[in-house]
């Protein structure tokens, strides 16, 4: 009972310096608070495998570093799927347009589910045609059809989107 009592002084104290140190650093305040939650996820876990560990402010904000670290890694794993979707999806004509992670995320987003799942595993997974098939339990020949249609149905909807923007745009 004690030790949980001061994990939650712990908590009410540290609390402004990790979240702080997060918000300003983070894209938005909800990345933030998933990242303070993890960081303080991590703590709980700490003590629970040895008790007598000296967790303080300190130790969580290079707990949160790291977390924040993991975050960006991970985004820029993200971005580069998203890039490589984006160069081999987008029509020729906008071939030197740049990747615009929200734009990606928004027609992804619009696609039948079966397209969006298709497409997500195969770029943004990174598996091969025929892990895709094994994990859509089809066969190759009709994951390759799928995909084919998903990105038909990605250029098409992509193009559905910027005349939208384009619209909004001149009004």
């Known amino acids: 009972m004690a030790q949980e009592v001061d994990l939650l002084e712990l908590y009410d104290r540290a609390l402004p310096h990790v979240f702080g140190y997060l918000a300003r650093r983070c894209d938005s305040t909800a ?26 402010i300190g130790w969580l904000i290079g707990t949160a570093r790291h977390k924040l670290i993991d975050h960006w890694r991970r985004g820029g794993r993200h971005r580069d799927a998203l890039a490589e979707l984006w160069d081999d999806l987008v029509q020729p004509d906008h071939a030197d347009t740049p990747i615009e992670v ?18 997500t595993l195969r770029y943004l997974d990174g598996l091969s045609v025929g892990e895709v098939a094994v994990a859509m339990g089809r ?10 249609r998903a990105k038909t149905a990605f250029r098409h909807t992509h193009a559905d989107h910027q005349r939208t923007q384009e619209d909004e745009e001149a009004r």
């Open 31 to 56: 990345t933030a608070e998933d990242l303070t939650a993890d960081t303080f996820m991590v703590a709980v876990a700490a003590l629970r495998a040895d008790a007598t560990r000296p967790i303080d």
């Open 102 to 119: 929200a734009t990606a995320h928004e027609v992804l987003d619009r696609l039948a589910p079966i397209h969006r799942i298709v497409l």
């Open 139 to 148: 066969s190759v020949h009709a994951t390759e059809s799928l995909l084919t």
